[in-house]
């Protein structure tokens, strides 16, 4: 099938930053738009960026100026270079893509197992 595989999380102080990597990979055909989400403990699951497989990206606004999501179509994957981090970014941060599948084609949402940011002094 198809998988989504993040890597990068990890414990930073206020003021650091941190590189999300997610790697699709399967029977792909085309990987539309790709997404990093996050869920902080006793809250719901809130978009933090999307990229479409043009370049189009969008950013929740407590975010915006601060982090940078970025893609490589060739290798399938998708960044998010965190910057400033505050303690209110510290949660599981999980990728997700609209992927165009073979065998049979068609067209799956798929989600990573994600992976846990802390930001804490």
């Known amino acids: 099938q198809v998988q989504l595989v993040e890597s990068g999380g990890g414990l930073v102080q206020p003021g650091g930053s941190l590189r999300l990597s997610c790697v699709a990979s399967g029977r792909i055909f085309k990987v539309n738009t790709m997404g990093w989400y996050r869920q902080a403990p006793g809250k719901v699951r809130e978009l933090v960026a999307s990229?479409?497989?043009?370049?189009?990206?969008k950013y929740a606004d407590s975010v915006k100026g601060r982090f940078a999501i970025s893609r490589d179509n060739a290798k399938n994957t998708v960044y998010l270079q965190m910057n400033s981090l505050i303690p209110e970014d510290t949660a599981k941060y999980y990728c997700?893509?609209?992927?165009?599948?073979?065998?049979?084609?068609?067209?799956?949402?798929?989600w990573g197992q994600g992976t846990l940011v802390t930001v804490s002094s």
């Open positions: 997700n893509a609209n992927i165009f599948m073979f065998g049979p084609f068609r067209s799956l949402e798929v």
């Open positions: 990229i479409t497989s043009d370049g189009i990206t």
